[in-house]
């Protein structure tokens, strides 16, 4: 990946301090076996770095095309599959679910009384499409909505969330189960972009990997980007690691054998992805540029700026919102939330350096990305550790990262 970081503004010196750091701090302690991170301002690439093993148990370097599982950096694609159909006027952010999945429209809260006894209520008004994209509509993770169980992950060897056949059986499913909340009360990372990947079945009547593929990935270029790794990718796709009880790196999804190396029938908009860091940087980078990339646009510029304002109400952060105990993949403290990505309130707010308006997401393998509009600057991370948040890479990055800016 050819990188300037003069042509960007930045100062290389500063940037190679990435390197050092991931380096130090996380392969030569075992930590992580291998990373990536892409730095673009202004459209051009700033600064690229790869460190240690893609495949630590062959002894496979990282590679600049090197397939990650990207889990729920998912969630911004499905939200964007979604939003191409807004713009071709086939919903309103405000319409109930139900109007597109029937079984939704007979959906109930499960309200839980002082005493602990359950009772199914009305819920106080119906789903909403912008509820799903915004983890606000009450659902959650699971069979039984239930929290999603970050710390299992980093010892569930096959990891991937397929717990219906397919999206129709999914949100059929969902249809038949008590909502934890009313609508829009709570946020609660949720299958929400799941059940958006249906809808866009259903609106669109094409499958929602030919859809993405159709309307995202080939317009992009996003060639590597895909439910699932082609056998003659096999060797460019990473291993994936978690801990044992003694912090030691122990491999979780070995690269030969995994679950993604054949085609899902459930297509999961939620986490079911792979990618390279090429792809996302150009998905990221054409959110940046108001939905176009090299002459090809997927949105347009206020759809985009829609998606990546903060829709809490009053202008509330997360902290507001969240169900005590729950999880986000890019924390709540001053954060507000959009159309599928947290959106930072500021720095002072945030307690981390960067700027008001910038918007981000992570993955469960402690991938991470972030674009903010005010300084022009897209960053995508890529490793693989399971779960994520235990190290906090996006921090770090952003204490790297804006200082090298220099104009």
Aim: hydrophobic share 40%.
């Amino acid at each position: 990946m050819e990188t300037d970081a003069n042509a960007a503004g930045m100062d290389p010196t500063r940037l190679a301090r990435i390197d050092e750091h991931l380096r130090r701090n996380y392969v030569e302690r075992g930590r992580v076996a291998g990373c990536q991170v892409a730095v673009m301002r202004r459209g051009v690439v700033a600064h690229y770095s790869a460190v240690g093993l893609a495949d630590r148990e062959r002894g496979v370097p990282v590679a600049e095309d090197t397939i990650w599982r990207i889990y729920s950096m998912t969630k911004p694609i499905s939200a964007v599959a979604l939003m191409t159909l807004y713009e071709r006027g086939m919903f309103a952010l405000s319409d109930p679910v139900s109007r597109f999945i029937p079984s939704w429209a007979n959906l109930q809260v499960a309200e839980v009384d002082d005493s602990g006894a359950t009772r199914l209520v009305e819920p106080s008004r119906p789903v909403q499409i912008r509820d799903l994209m915004m983890h606000t509509a009450g659902i959650g993770y699971g069979l039984a909505n239930a929290d999603l169980e970050v710390e299992a992950l980093g010892t569930r060897s096959r990891a991937r969330f397929r717990i219906d056949p397919d999206l129709e059986a999914m949100a059929e499913r969902l249809g038949q189960t008590p909502l934890r909340f009313h609508p829009g009360r709570h946020w609660l990372y949720s299958l929400g972009l799941d059940v958006c990947g249906r809808l866009v079945e259903i609106m669109s009547g094409k499958r929602f990997d030919e859809y993405l593929e159709a309307e995202i990935f080939a317009p992009l270029g996003m060639s590597d980007t895909a439910f699932y790794v082609k056998s003659q990718d096999v060797p460019r796709f990473a291993a994936s690691y978690g801990r044992n009880a003694d912090k030691q790196l122990i491999l979780v999804d070995d690269p030969a054998d995994s679950v993604y190396l054949s085609e899902p029938s459930f297509l999961s908009g939620g986490g079911g992805l792979v990618s390279t860091i090429g792809d996302y940087l150009r998905f990221a980078e054409m959110m940046r540029r108001g939905g176009e990339l090299d002459g090809r646009r997927i949105l347009g510029r206020k759809t985009v700026e829609l998606m990546t304002i903060n829709h809490l109400p009053g202008g509330a952060t997360m902290p507001d919102f969240a169900l005590p105990g729950g999880y986000g993949e890019a924390g709540f403290e001053g954060k507000g939330f959009g159309l599928s990505m947290a959106v930072s309130a500021g720095p002072a707010q945030a307690a981390v350096i960067g700027s008001a308006g910038e918007y981000m997401w992570g993955g469960a393998a402690s991938t991470t990305f972030w674009v903010d509009p005010a300084e022009d600057l897209v960053v995508v991370f890529m490793t693989q550790f399971l779960p994520s948040g235990t190290f906090n890479f996006a921090g770090q990055l952003r204490a790297l990262v804006y200082p090298a800016i220099v104009d």
